[in-house]
């Protein structure tokens, strides 16, 4: 069974890239373009996702804030707080190293497959 993986960014061009993409090495996709369009995809039953790419400024809203309910109320889920400028540490939300990762942008698809594999398979290891 794919990974089911939520990508969050207002760059409308970059989530449909990066969804593209990830289909098509196997995932399966779902975008959101605002804080808001996810904080209800998450809120609601269907929101079982293995992993997340989020960006950290998504228009007047902080990709921090949603990624801190995002671990909150889905205990499974790997993320990817993405942003192009660097964030201090005290910017990045409280979670376990295995459950949050950063990723500096600009990237190459490749990098966010890495990323996505390496979280995925990250506190698995004995």
Known sequence: MSQ???VVDDEEDLARALSLYLERVGYHVYVCHSACAARLLVASSCANF?????DHQLGPDSGSTLVALMLASMPDVRIALMSGLPL?????????PHRLVFLQKPFRPADVATCLKNLANAGRRS
């Open 4 to 6: 089911r993986v939520l």
């Open 50 to 54: 293995d992993l997340a790419l989020v």
């Open 88 to 96: 201090e540490p005290e910017e990045l939300p409280q979670a376990e």
